[in-house]
């Protein structure tokens, strides 16, 4: 029964207990000690929800970002000898950085190792996990967390030594294979050996650097992780050009920034920083003309900047949120050109990574 629907109404907004003449004192007491715990109770709920700051606040109050990271893939996260961190995920951090505080540099990052990445971020540790993570739906609908978008479509290749003489996947029928536990590429491997009715030994390790040094010792036939990773660790291996990355691609891997679940004013400044990245490209945004497209006439481009509308303000950010990010980091295509593209070691095509409307899959919503 709800505690509106046993009192009786005395005005248009007060409801109060009935009198002794219609009751006994005794129904009249218990009734009393009911409403007066459901109010303690509304109260504490109340207390604790203003407690209980959303990311946003609590990542203004801390003066930086702080982001999950790979502890060592090249192209994507790594830091140096100095602690410096480069890569696409690292800048996608910075980016967030940048609309908050208009600083990129009042980023943290926390290397996390597959195993605990996502403990971390549904814990609290980290704001944001931006590291090379697969979006499943099993890891979104049990785990507390949610992707933001993908700013890597990605798919699980494998590299041989060219003394094995294989050209293809397919001839791996029998081949013992080095992989990171505990992962969706461990899956997919089985996988793919299941459904072309092959066998082979698996050989796992708990990180994939293990993996990777075991493979380039001679201890595996193959390696297997997702193919941008595989890019980047041959550049690691003791004589890269003794390697070859198979062309099979066995699965979907889309990668991107992670969030916990029930924080929606986050999520939708994560989403939208990626999908900010994105415009400013198809725009013709970079980080040198930026300041220069403030004047354009384009209306699309007067709501990306903030010159016209309040978009920033509905995301708790300046109305000058995507001119902070691209002037510190220019726009998606700056940041994949440097980090994995045809400017960086790893020299990768954009592939599925073009924009829509140069046959890739990147696309964003329109900002309006």
């Keep these: 029964m709800v505690i509106a629907a046993m009192l009786r109404k005395h005005s248009a907004d007060v409801y109060v207990l009935p009198n002794s003449a219609e009751v006994g004192s005794n129904w009249r007491m218990g009734m009393k000690k009911l409403i007066l715990a459901a109010v303690i109770s509304a109260a504490s709920f ?15 109050q801390k003066g930086q970002v702080v982001c999950g990271a790979n502890p060592g893939t090249a192209g994507f996260g790594v830091p140096d000898q100095q602690g410096n961190w480069t890569g696409l995920d690292v800048e996608y951090c910075r980016a ?66 060219n003394k094995l003489g294989v050209k293809s996947a397919k001839e791996l029928n029998g081949a013992t294979i080095c992989v990171q536990q505990g992962t969706t590429t461990e899956l997919n491997v089985a996988d793919y050996f299941r459904a072309n009715k092959m066998e082979y030994k698996v050989v796992t390790f708990g990180t994939s650097e293990e993996a990777l040094k075991a493979y380039d010792s001679g201890r595996c036939d193959s390696y297997t992780t997702d193919r941008s990773g595989l890019a980047a660790d041959r550049l690691s291996m003791t004589k890269p050009d003794d390697h070859t990355i198979l062309p099979e691609i066995i699965s979907k891997e889309p990668l991107g920034p992670v969030v916990r679940q029930g924080d929606d004013q986050w999520l939708n400044l994560v989403k939208w920083v990626h999908n900010a990245l994105l415009i400013s490209e198809e725009l013709g945004v970079t980080k040198a003309n930026v300041d220069e497209m403030m004047k354009s006439e384009n209306p699309e481009i007067k709501r990306l900047l903030g010159v016209e509308g309040k978009f920033g303000e509905s995301l708790g950010l300046s109305n000058a949120w995507v001119v902070q990010i691209v002037k510190a980091l220019g726009n998606y295509g700056e940041v994949f050109d440097r980090n994995v593209g045809p400017s960086s070691p790893l020299k990768l095509v954009r592939g599925s990574n073009a924009l829509w409307n140069q046959g890739g899959l990147q696309y964003a919503p329109p900002i309006r």
């Excluded at 604790?48 to 946003?56: D, F």
């Excluded at 996502?118 to 980290?126: I, Y």
């Excluded at 590291?131 to 499943?136: F, L, Q, V």
């Design 46 to 60: 109340g207390i604790a929800t203003a407690a209980s700051a959303g990311t946003l606040d609590n990542v203004k």
């Design 96 to 161: 967030i950085a940048a609309a908050v505080f208009n600083d990129p540099t009042k980023a943290k990052f926390v290397p996390l190792s597959s195993k605990d990445r996502f403990t971390a971020l549904a814990s609290g540790e980290v704001d944001v996990l931006i590291r090379n993570s697969t979006w499943t739906m099993s890891r979104e609908t049990t785990l507390g967390i949610i992707w933001a978008g993908i700013n890597y479509y990605d798919g699980q290749g494998f590299i041989v030594n």
